[in-house]
Each structure stands twice: as C-alpha cells, then as structure tokens.
C-alpha cells in the first residue's frame, strides 16, 4: 500500500480534540484514550479523585479549594524541606508536588496541545514517612530505583507488611539532590509525567525530597523491560500487540509536543496484565522544557546512539519522528533477535545509514510478513518528513488486521507472558528433576532408592 504525505481520509478520533487544554482528564468525555480499554481499569488507576483513589489530584490553580493550603512559591522556596525548580515550574515537599506555570518559548503563544499550563498536584499519600524500599531493582551512577510499597503506618514504627493479596507496589526513582545532571533529568520526569495520563506511559504517583534525596514514585511494572524478551522467538501476534501500545503512547506524547528521546526496548515496560507502557522521561523534549544548561532541547545529543536516526547522530535539528525512527529499531529487534547495528561505533552507523538504500530486506534480511516490512520501512525513511506520525502508523494495515484497540492489544501481550512463564517454570523444573538425577547418578544410587 503506498502513502502519501497528504493526510489520509482515516480515523482520528482518538486524538484529543484541538480546544483541550491540558492532559486529558478523567470523564469518559473529555479523555478520548480511555475508548480502547475497560473503563473500570482506566478510572482505578486515572482517577483524580484523591485519597479513595490513591492517585493524585489534578486540577487548574482557579478550580480546586482543596489545594490551597499548599505553600505560596516564595513559602516553598524558602522551605529547608522543598525542592524548588523554577526552570520546570515546580516545588517539591515531603508530601506534595506543586506545579507553577512552565515558562513558554520566547515570543510563541500557548496552543491547546501544550503543556504551558498553570496546574497543581497535591498527593494524596504520605511517600516520605510511609513508603517502604522493598529492594532495590536498578542502579546508575548517582540514582537507584527501588520496588516499594506503601505502609498503613510510618516506616519508622516497623510494621508488618501488608498481606500479599491487598500489597501494591511502586517503582521509586532516587537521586541525591547534590547531583545536578541527574536531578535535573529527574525533575524534568517529574515535570512531563504528572502533566500527562495515558494508559500506554509509566503514571506518575507522586514525588517527595526528604534528606537531600529527590525521589519520584512510578508505577510498578511487574514484568520489567523488552529488553527481557528480545532474542526469543517473538510471535507476530505479540510483535503487534506491543508495537500497537509503544505507538499509542508516542502519538499521545508527541500531541502534546513532546519528543521522548530515547525509545529502546530497555525504556519499554511491561506488566502481567499486559500493558506496554514507555518510561524513562528524564531526556524528554518539548515546548518549555530545557537541559540543565538553559539549551533548546531540539537539537541536543542525548539518548542511546544505537536507537538514533542520521540526523540526530549528526547533531542536526531533530523532531519528534526521531522517535518513530527508535520505534522501528525496536520493531526489527523484536523481530530479527538482534540489532541492526550491533556491535557498531557511532561514525559506522551513520555511515550505514548513509549508504542504506532504505529497503528493510537490505539492512537485515527479510522481514516474515511483507505488511511489517512496510510497517518498518515507513519508520526508517532517512527523511525525517518521509516517516509517518505514530497516529497514522496505528491505521496501518498490517496492524489493523491483528489490532483493533489497547484492550485486545493488552490481551494478546497477556496472554504471551502466562505462557512464557508456564513454559519457564516447566523446564525450571525439568532442570531440576534432571541435576537431581545426576546429583543421585554421582553418589551411585538412583532416585527410586
């Protein structure tokens, strides 16, 4: 099927309408993302309705009474236990985060799909005192994210775990406050993700600073990153399934103005309940966002150089359809079990892409299905105005004929992992039926001794 560049007569109705301001709230009519999941499961984990909820209440500066007992800017800078970023317009205490105007780009009005606008979060749970770090499940540098869990009573106290049955867990992200680069990535996370809510992006719980320590509470998902799964036998049903939620989530992100920056399997999480979500924003670009330095993130080198398209490893002016490129990437890896560009330095995958004649077949072979070739092939476009939007790539044949929502999208991925996890367990123990043998072979005995 050929595309042009004018816009097809397709269906669009998922996108936000162009006189909303803001994220998408949590009414059936005004959140135009919740048509393709069950609505009992979107309302539990989108609700702004504060503490039943146990999600964080969102609401404009104007609106909401409930918000104004938090400290004034000035209150919050001179605070010894608030973080203050008047870059990203927010305030951070031991229980709240309060989000001030972001500063807009110089002589450009705000539009509908920007986040230039002047919001509040207060939330409604006690991280600081409360939140337990159970273990930890990464470390960089100078940040360790930890799987943690919120306690009926202060951590201090001691008390018992909830039962297993009623626990819910958390992915919390730290970084010592002295650390600028990290704590600027992480205030940016902050920054972008309690602006947003999508069913296909990590949600935001909530944010604390306690003992010079900025942490930011995530959504745990139980079944870590794609990372994990590439280089097995990926059905096609499955390859769907996930590219269908990652692009979900990017023509959401990228509506608002937002280039993610570093799409790559290890920065797609999944859960038991099959949902893909992309996380990671701490390298987020968009309108109103700036690095650490005060620079216009649109043409700034960040990200994994294996994921990046020829004109951001050049240094070039990039838009958010170098997010498309990294999806694509992700999409072969998926497919093929292996990188494209494996093994590679920076100057040989420019190179590369520079001699690529732009035919997926030719950069790794063929692909098993022509419609995800061409699926490929529309993402790879050297051309950064020849890649399609994640929008129209969700109206893509090949993905329409296997896909027809999140909520399929999520069962078809769920599905994967039940059996994935039935088929590990059985040759766990298969393993362990065969060392025994061996182990009672050694002693000169069999098992039915």
């Not at 939330?123 to 306690?151: D, M």
């Not at 330095?345 to 077949?361: L, P, Q, Y």
Request: with cysteine; hydrophobic share 30%; proline share 6%.
């Amino acid at each position: 099927m050929a595309y042009r560049k004018k816009k097809p007569s397709i269906n669009l109705s998922f996108l936000p309408s162009s006189s909303s301001l803001g994220p998408p709230s949590s009414s059936s009519d005004a959140t135009p993302y919740t048509s393709n999941l069950p609505p009992s499961r979107y309302e539990d984990n989108n609700s702004g309705g504060g503490a039943d909820t146990g999600r964080s209440s969102l609401s404009s500066r104007d609106d909401d009474d409930s918000v104004s007992n938090l400290p004034s800017p000035l209150e919050a800078s001179a605070s010894s236990t608030t973080y203050r970023s008047p870059d990203l317009g927010l305030s951070i205490g031991s229980d709240y985060v309060r989000i001030h105007s972001m500063p807009a780009a110089s002589g450009k009005k705000k539009t509908p799909n920007s986040l230039e606008s002047t919001l509040q979060i207060k939330s409604s749970k006690p991280w600081s005192t409360h939140l337990k770090h159970l273990k930890p499940l990464g470390r960089g540098q100078c940040s360790t994210v930890y799987k943690s869990i919120l306690l009926p009573s202060p951590v201090d106290s001691n008390p018992p775990l909830p039962p297993e049955s009623s626990r819910k867990y958390y992915a919390t992200k730290s970084v010592q406050s002295y650390d600028n680069e990290k704590t600027s990535q992480i205030l940016k996370e902050i920054g972008v993700l309690s602006r947003l809510s999508c069913p296909c992006l990590v949600s935001f719980e909530g944010a604390y600073f306690k003992d010079r320590t900025l942490s930011l509470v995530l959504e745990y998902m139980s079944c870590g990153s794609l990372e994990n799964y590439i280089g097995g036998s990926i059905p096609l049903n499955v390859i769907a399934g996930i590219s269908y939620q990652i692009l979900y989530g990017l023509s959401y992100l990228h509506w608002y103005k937002l280039t993610h920056r570093d799409i790559k399997p290890a920065n797609v999480l999944l859960s038991s309940s099959g949902q893909v979500k992309i996380g990671d924003f701490g390298i987020a670009s968009g309108r109103g966002l700036k690095d650490a330095s005060g620079d216009s993130l649109n043409s700034t080198v960040v990200g994994t150089g294996m994921y990046m398209s020829g004109e951001r490893l050049r240094g070039k002016k990039y838009k958010s359809t170098c997010d498309i490129w990294s999806f694509g990437i992700t999409v072969l890896e998926m497919s093929f079990g292996r990188h494209p560009f494996h093994g590679m330095g920076t100057v040989e995958i420019v190179m590369t892409i520079d001699e690529w004649d732009g035919r997926v077949s030719n950069l790794m072979g063929r692909m098993e299905e022509p419609g995800l070739e061409e699926l490929v092939g529309l993402c790879l476009a050297k051309e950064e105005k020849r890649r399609l939007p994640a929008e129209l790539l969700l109206e893509s044949p090949w993905l329409k004929e296997r896909v027809e929502g999140v909520e399929q999208a999520s069962g078809i991925v769920r599905r994967y992992l039940m059996t994935k996890t039935l088929v590990e367990d059985e040759e766990e123990k298969d393993m362990d039926e065969s060392m025994a043998e061996s182990l009672a072979s050694l002693a000169g005995m069999s098992l039915e001794d």
